[in-house]
């Protein structure tokens, strides 16, 4: 199971840490995807990280703003966000990958959270 937290809303410029749990599995066995999905739009994978935390992705959209990183021994990745904007919003997810492989495609993940809502908005 995953579960996530940390949304909530932020102005424009400002910073959120989310959170991404598991349980009842080996997570630092896999690969862990944070993707986002805004009303009307389909979902994207916003950045990936691999078991180790050695090998990470991120979307051309969040790079140089948002950063990837997981503490095994708490069984919880983290994605923060810095500088965001409003394009930003939308529900968050984390996700288990299948393979080894750092990707940002939906499909290579298939155990998924609940989501947590980030809204950016003056």
């Known amino acids: 199971q995953l579960v996530e937290s940390g949304g909530g809303l932020v102005q424009p410029g400002g910073s959120l840490r989310l959170s991404c749990v598991g349980s009842?599995?080996?997570?630092?066995?896999?690969?862990i995807g944070w993707f986002r999905q805004a009303p009307g739009k389909e979902r994207e994978g916003v950045s990936s990280?691999?078991?180790?935390?050695?090998?990470?992705e991120y979307a051309d959209s969040v790079k140089g703003r948002f950063t990837i990183s997981r503490d095994n021994a708490k069984s919880t990745v983290y994605l923060q966000m810095d500088n965001l904007k409003p394009d930003d919003t939308g529900v968050y997810y984390c996700?288990?990958?299948?393979?080894?492989?750092?990707?940002?495609?939906?499909?290579?993940?298939?155990?998924w959270g609940q989501g947590t809502q980030v809204t950016v908005s003056s």
């Open positions: 990280i691999s078991s180790s935390g050695a090998g990470i």
């Open positions: 996700a288990t990958g299948w393979s080894p492989i750092v990707t940002l495609d939906a499909l290579d993940y298939d155990d």
């Open positions: 009842g599995f080996r997570m630092d066995g896999h690969v």
